[in-house]
């Protein structure tokens, strides 16, 4: 997810992929090709029964991707075989070195943004601030009249129920109200909605947890969430 320039597959995949397909077809008579086959071919019927967005993503669709690898590791297979009859067996290393090469930039371009651009780009979005904000909102539960979470993270009631501790009764017990898409936009105490500022810093006895877009610099924020560069990622007001 959010890695600049990357699939479910490396773009060179797709000719060990169409090969593979190929030789399954081919040798379908054979129980571990037509079990193949079958994995392949059963494993989305999960992903697609179920509702809320995305609908067809990479965790939902996991299950296939270790059948699909195989195809292509038995289509890339066949190729150099086929290379084999054909080709001198130093133009056959030279081709096993090109494409050596080739998966060692693309793993390299991958890793690179995995671990550098992800992190400082998308810790919003992926819910780093709440994992450290969560925890301390139960402390201001028996205090307070409400506690307004933003939405800007998606779904950010499944972090409160993690980060939380909250135990499955304790969210049987509370009011709730679901939310139009996916899960909840309110649990009891908690508002799971976009922040308003001019509006909600008006709410009486109010915890208001939001962006720095949502919430302007002011005397009433009592924590901040920083990330390594120092940017406010995430600020808490209590009104």
């Given amino acids: 997810f959010q890695v600049t320039g990357s699939g479910m597959f490396y773009p060179w995949q797709i000719v060990g992929l169409m090969i593979g397909i190929v030789v399954l077809i081919q ?10 086959l079958i994995w392949i071919l059963i494993s989305p019927i999960p992903a697609a029964l179920t509702t809320g967005v995305p609908f067809s993503n990479i965790g939902r669709n996991l299950l296939m991707f270790p059948a699909l690898e195989i195809v ?12 084999e009859t054909f080709l001198k067996p130093a133009l056959l290393f030279m081709s096993i070195l090109l494409l050596t090469l080739i998966v060692g930039i693309q793993m390299n371009n991958f890793l690179f943004h995995y671990f550098t651009e992800v992190p ?31 939405d800007s993270i998606k779904q950010s009631y499944m972090y409160l129920l993690f ?5 499955p009764n304790w969210l049987q017990m509370q009011p709730k109200v679901k939310h139009p898409v996916v899960g909840y936009a309110k649990i009891g105490l908690y508002e799971f909605r976009p922040i ?4 909600d810093r008006l709410l009486p006895n109010t915890l208001i947890i939001g962006t720095p877009q949502e919430i302007p610099d002011n005397e009433k924020i009592i924590y901040e969430v920083k990330q390594n560069n120092q940017q406010v990622l995430l600020r808490v007001v209590k009104t």
Wanted: net charge positive; proline share 5%.
């Fill in 120 to 150: 400082e780009k998308f810790a919003l979005f992926w819910g780093q601030p709440l994992k450290e904000t969560i925890p301390m909102l139960s402390e201001y539960e028996p205090s307070v009249n409400s506690i307004i979470v933003t």
């Fill in 196 to 199: 308003s500022w001019e509006k």
């Fill in 163 to 167: 980060y939380g501790h909250k135990e």
């Fill in 72 to 83: 292509c590791a038995i289509g890339i297979l066949t190729l150099f075989r086929r290379l």
């Fill in 27 to 36: 040798k379908i008579s054979l129980k571990t090709y037509r079990f193949l």
